[in-house]
């Protein structure tokens, strides 16, 4: 008897330690989970492997000092992430020439030529890890850049200036990554004979090229922006006409469009029709010249009468006013 009760004890003390234990465990779960919610330390922040979004790591720096703390998260974005589906910000081409913070907060960062390397949305992904990165030491509000020893331009040549954390939308989730841009849009004049350029205000994702956008918004045509009449600016691209490919290589934007291109509206004529596309794409700083192909193939003869196999550069004298 007495052996009896004794196996029952021990079996209920072990039911009660299992039943305790597995408390224990939700409720260390459960703390690691709200440790990690609550998480208010830094972040290296970087990009991820298609180089589409910002994303961040953990990380507890060894520096407390503004300026060394400074020294450390610079030095850290330019080793890769421990997560090896992310890159880092600073690729190894790219090198930071010196750095100088004001009493106010504004830390300049400067550049060698090398920063120059970087361009469309890889840089200004880039751009916002290094500025969301360095905005959270204490003592530093805004981050402006410099390359050689001049101010980062946008697509326009207009500086850029002071950013902070909230210059850029947070994408580190699911969010598209938000921009704005002024384009410059080149449309036909009412009599088909000339250009009119026409600044175009644009928010848009930036994981898609601006090239893209750039040919998407001219052939929406003119009746969608605001301010401008109808009659006085033409759509210069073909109904139906689609893009199938675009991209940037040295300086030089290939641009492969659907057939529907070379049915040129019949009130615009063959100089306005193609130089309504280069013009707007040269516009670009990473463009010098457009070639054109269709359905993949290189096409001679535009309208059989203009040289279409060869890359065209802008052409201003088109442009009325």
């Known amino acids: 008897m007495k052996q009896g009760r004794l196996i029952k004890a021990n079996c209920f003390y072990r039911f009660l330690l299992v039943g305790v234990l597995c408390c224990l465990g939700f409720f260390l779960v459960g703390c690691s989970g709200k440790k990690q919610t609550d998480y208010n330390g830094y972040y290296i922040y970087c990009l991820d492997t298609n180089e589409t979004r910002v994303a961040s790591e953990e990380y507890t720096p060894s520096a407390k000092e503004t300026e060394p703390l400074i020294r450390e998260l ?72 410099y390359i050689s020893g001049q101010p980062l331009t946008d697509s326009n040549m ?95 934007c290939y641009l492969d469009l659907s057939s529907e291109f070379l049915l040129k509206r019949s009130n615009i004529s063959d100089d306005v029709a193609i130089y309504s596309v280069v013009n707007t794409l040269v516009e670009l700083p990473n463009i010098n010249k457009v070639q054109f192909s269709i359905d993949g193939e290189q096409v001679l003869l535009f309208d059989d009468t203009v040289n279409f196999g060869e890359p065209f550069e802008n052409n201003l004298n088109l442009v009325n006013g």
């Open 158 to 252: 207009n500086a850029i200036g002071f950013m902070s954390a909230d210059t850029f939308i947070d994408n580190t989730g699911d969010t598209a990554y938000m921009q704005t841009a002024t384009l410059n849009m080149y449309y036909s004049n009412s009599q088909g004979t000339g250009l009119i350029v026409v600044p175009v205000k644009v928010t848009y994702d930036a994981t898609i090229p601006l090239e893209q956008l750039v040919m998407e918004q001219l052939m929406k045509g003119p009746d969608n922006i605001q301010g401008t009449e109808k009659n006085v600016l033409l759509k210069t691209v073909p109904e139906g006409t689609k893009i199938n490919k675009i991209s940037v290589k040295e300086n030089t």
């Open 74 to 145: 610079m030095t850290r974005m330019e080793k890769e992430p421990k997560n090896i589906s992310l890159k880092k910000a600073i690729p190894d081409s790219v090198v930071l020439d010196e750095y100088i913070l004001t009493a106010t907060g504004d830390l300049s960062l400067y550049w060698t030529a090398s920063y120059s390397n970087l361009s469309g949305v890889s840089e200004i992904l880039r751009r916002a890890a290094i500025v969301k990165t360095l905005c959270q030491v204490p003592g530093i509000k805004n981050v402006q850049f």
